[in-house]
């Protein structure tokens, strides 16, 4: 059974950084698409960021791009996602999402969604 479980997130000051993580398991990293997307509230779910599990290939969103960074250890089966100069528009609910395969495009795997999702975990930044 695939489990995606984040953690990390909290309140930080506009300008700040958090590191959010997720641990999974039933899966190996090698075989699949991660990512990390969020919801804000009111809004639509917007993709952030994925890595994918067979190459390394990383793709961001534009509004993210150049702040966040997204990477993986494999041994602990662990995502992180780094946010640095963190704005009041990024809070909202993230969450972490796995897909087998890895066929398809970062932009592809941001607009359609994942296939296995976790709770999430909320980032509230304060102006």
């Known amino acids: 059974e695939v489990q995606l479980v984040e953690s990390g997130g909290g309140l930080v000051q506009a300008g700040g950084s958090l590191r959010l993580s997720c641990a999974a398991s039933g899966f190996t990293f090698d075989d699949y698409a991660i990512g990390w997307f969020r919801q804000a509230p009111g809004k639509e779910r917007e993709g952030v960021s994925c890595?994918?599990?067979?190459?390394?290939?990383?793709y961001y969103s534009d509004s993210v791009k150049g702040r966040f960074t997204i990477s993986s250890d494999n041994a602990k089966n662990t995502v992180y996602l780094q946010m640095n100069s963190l704005k009041p528009e990024d809070t909202a609910v993230y969450y972490c999402?796995?897909?087998?395969?890895?066929?398809?495009?970062?932009?592809?795997?941001?607009?359609?969604?994942?296939?296995?999702w976790g709770k999430g975990t909320l980032v509230t930044v304060s102006s």
């Open positions: 999402a796995a897909d087998p395969g890895t066929y398809y495009s970062g932009s592809y795997y941001l607009h359609y969604g994942m296939e296995y």
């Open positions: 890595i994918n599990g067979k190459d390394g290939s990383t």
